[in-house]
């Protein structure tokens, strides 16, 4: 496995294809693990790059929780493919709760989004329309 190389520009303009001596190991619903990345599966279909994350980077705490707030990315199909990356490169899967969701900050995701939305409905409170 090679973390060190920097392949951002090839991979983001050519969208999913595999480099020299990368392998599929498995392909899930919407996302493929392979020997170099966790990465989205572009259908044609979606705008903009494929997104994908460094074997390396599945251990950081902070990682599941930042892609399962962005609006466009189905959460029980991202955690099933970071699951299955941890398994197949051996790394203890983080930023989950015991029931397997998502933490925000250590804070289980949707508790974080409610309380987002409690500040910003108290910051838009009295506000001009």
């Known amino acids: 496995m090679n973390d060190d190389f920097d ?3 090839v991979r ?4 999913n294809f595999l480099l020299e001596g990368e392998v599929e190991l498995w392909r899930g619903d919407g996302w493929r693990v392979t020997s170099y990345v966790l990465e989205e599966i572009h259908d044609g ?13 599945l251990s950081d705490p902070e990682l599941v929780g930042h892609i399962c707030l ?3 990315v ?12 941890c398994e197949l ?5 983080v930023g989950l709760d015991r029931g397997g ?3 925000v900050k250590g804070t289980p995701i949707k508790t ?3 309380e987002l939305q409690q500040l910003y409905e108290h910051a838009t409170q009295g506000a001009p329309q």
Do not use: C, M, S
Not at 45 to 57: D, E, K, N, S
Not at 89 to 93: E, R
């Open 101 to 103: 969701q998502p933490l």
């Open 45 to 57: 279909t979606t705008a903009g790059p494929p997104y994908y994350v460094y074997i390396g980077q």
């Open 112 to 114: 974080y989004e409610a």
């Open 74 to 85: 189905d959460r029980a199909a991202f955690v099933k493919a970071y699951r299955k990356a």
């Open 89 to 93: 490169h051996d790394v203890t899967p």
């Open 12 to 15: 983001n303009e050519n969208g």
């Open 70 to 72: 962005k609006t466009w």
């Open 7 to 9: 392949d951002d520009e």
